[in-house]
T-cell receptor
Framework: AQSVAQPEDQVNVAEGNPLTVKCTYSVSGNPYLFWYVQYPNRGLQFLLKYITGDNLVKGSYGFEAEFNKSQTSFHLKKPSALVSDSALYFCAVRSRGSQGNLIFGKGTKLSVKP | DAGVIQSPRHEVTEMGQEVTLRCKPISGHDYLFWYRQTMMRGLELLIYFNNNVPIDDSGMPEDRFSAKMPNASFSTLKIQPSEPRDSAVYFC??????????FGPGTRLTVT
């Protein structure tokens, strides 16, 4: 069975510091991996995805994520956090060969303080 | 493109009433998904369609919920009769093939 784990309910970071939001996954076969962000009272917005190729994926708003096959992880990172990055972040996975649905993690609330 | 469009944005209804939520996916997308989000249960997939055909409705909570996609540009999620525990934010999303999903702004449903 496919699953996604976001081990931290909340991550607190000071503005200007690097941030990491963790995600691990379990799928059969090679995965498609995604990160989404949700601002208050908004829908989820696509940030970035890993399909194949370079393990370091760059996305919107300066975010990037690193695919690590041996650790089955896909952590979201940003070198310098902004207060405006404060939001709820979701990791999602789908295994190749499965139909179109994604399996979402429970979400991690990122709080960036000035 | 206008993105995924959902209506209404807010719905307040009394227990026992019928509720219909509407979604217009992004033009050209062949997958459409309905999700529900609550604080207690997080984001739940209710049902999804491929080329207007329901593929998996195992997430639909019970027979009070039904969804249709009569054409490629329109889908509805109906709750009849509604109950207070149905209060949630309902999202529609669409995608092209197995690529990323694009979400609508959601409908906040309150059942009193």
């Amino acid at each position: 069975a496919q699953s996604v784990a976001q081990p931290e309910d909340q991550v607190n970071v000071a503005e200007g510091n690097p941030l990491t939001v963790k995600c691990t996954y379990s799928v059969s076969g090679n995965p498609y991996l995604f990160w989404y962000v949700q601002y208050p009272n908004r829908g989820l917005q696509f940030l970035l995805k890993y399909i194949t190729g370079d393990n370091l994926v760059k996305g919107s708003y300066g975010f990037e994520a690193e695919f690590n096959k041996s650790q089955t992880s896909f952590h979201l990172k940003k070198p310098s956090a902004l207060v405006s990055d404060s939001a709820l972040y979701f990791c999602a996975v789908r295994s190749r060969g499965s139909q179109g649905n994604l399996i979402f993690g429970k979400g991690t609330k990122l709080s960036v303080k000035p | 493109d206008a993105g995924v469009i959902q209506s209404p944005r807010h719905e307040v209804t009394e227990m026992g009433q019928e509720v219909t939520l509407r979604c217009k996916p992004i033009s050209g997308h062949d997958y459409l998904f309905w999700y529900r989000q609550t604080m207690m249960r997080g984001l739940e997939l209710l049902i999804y369609f491929n080329n207007n055909v329901p593929i998996d409705d195992s997430g639909m909570p019970e027979d009070r919920f039904s969804a249709k996609m009569p054409n490629a540009s329109f889908s509805t999620l109906k709750i009849q009769p509604s109950e207070p525990r149905d209060s949630a934010v309902y999202f529609c999303a669409s995608s092209l093939g197995y690529s990323e999903q694009y979400f609508g702004p959601g409908t906040r449903l309150t059942v009193t």
